[in-house]
Every structure is written in structure tokens, then in C-alpha cells.
């Protein structure tokens, strides 16, 4: 179910995402990868039953996404882009909270 939320949001933006778990693994991580297709994102996972990846604001005109990545006090914030190329880039709490206000969302974040 995680996996199809997720891959419907990046498909919103036009971005292919492949979900792939590592069970020895403890941290979420979210990187640009390359196939014969193309340019993806690929976001590994410890475990998928645990909700690790929070989407917090998803919008589709602008191209980007934001995520909360992790839980409890490890989490951590990536902002998704597809314009003008795609990129994911780490953000502190301030610069994802200024995001929110600025998308003019609260800061409870949709279940991914």
C-alpha cells in the first residue's frame, strides 16, 4: 500500500519510482538511479511495515514533492524536483516548514 501511494505521487509528477526493501538495512534512503528507460528514483526501505515516508506536500504544477523521511526524532526532509531537472535535496526543519506555510499547508502530513 506504501508503494502505491508513493508511486502515484511521483507519477503526479511525472517521475518513475522503484520501492525496494533491505531488511538488514536501518536507515530510508531516496536516490537518482539509471536504467534503460531512464532516469528514476529509487527509495529503499528497512522494512514496508512500518509508515517510514510521510508525504507533506505534493504538488504536481511545480513539479516537486516533499517527504519526511524516517520517524520519531531520526526523521528527516527531502524536497522531490522534477524542474529543471530532476533532483531530491535534503532540507532542515525550517526550510520544510517554510515550504508548508508557503504551499499554504498545515503541518500534519498525509499518510503516504
Same mark, same amino acid.
Not at 21 to 29: A, E, F, I, N
Not at 48 to 77: D, M, T, Y
Given at each position: 500500500? $506504501?508503494?502505491?501511494?508513493?508511486? /502515484? ?17 536501518? $536507515? +530510508?534512503?531516496? &536516490?537518482? /538511479?539509471?536504467? %534503460? ?6 527509495? +529503499? $526501505?528497512? #522494512?514496508?511495515? @512500518? @509508515?517510514? +515516508? &510521510? +508525504?507533506?506536500?505534493?504538488?504536481? !504544477?511545480?513539479? /516537486?514533492?516533499?517527504? #519526511? ?11 522531490? =524536483?522534477?524542474?529543471?531537472?530532476? %533532483?531530491? !535535496? %535534503?532540507? =532542515? /526543519?525550517?526550510? &520544510?516548514? @517554510?515550504?508548508?506555510?508557503? %504551499? ?9
Amino acid at each position: 500500500m $506504501l508503494s502505491r501511494d508513493l508511486q /502515484r505521487c511521483f507519477s503526479a509528477l511525472g517521475a518513475r519510482l522503484k520501492v525496494r526493501t533491505d531488511p538488514k538495512g536501518t $536507515l +530510508v534512503q531516496l &536516490a537518482l /538511479r539509471d536504467d %534503460a528507460a531512464g532516469r528514476y528514483f529509487q527509495l +529503499v $526501505l528497512p #522494512r514496508l511495515s @512500518r @509508515r517510514l +515516508v &510521510a +508525504v507533506l506536500a505534493l504538488q504536481p !504544477r511545480r513539479k /516537486r514533492l516533499l517527504l #519526511r523521511l524516517g520517524e520519531g526524532g531520526s526523521h528527516a526532509f527531502a524536497l522531490v =524536483k522534477m524542474e529543471p531537472k530532476m %533532483a531530491i !535535496r %535534503a532540507l =532542515k /526543519r525550517r526550510e &520544510a516548514r @517554510r515550504l508548508l506555510v508557503a %504551499a499554504g499547508l498545515s503541518e500534519r502530513p498525509k499518510a503516504a
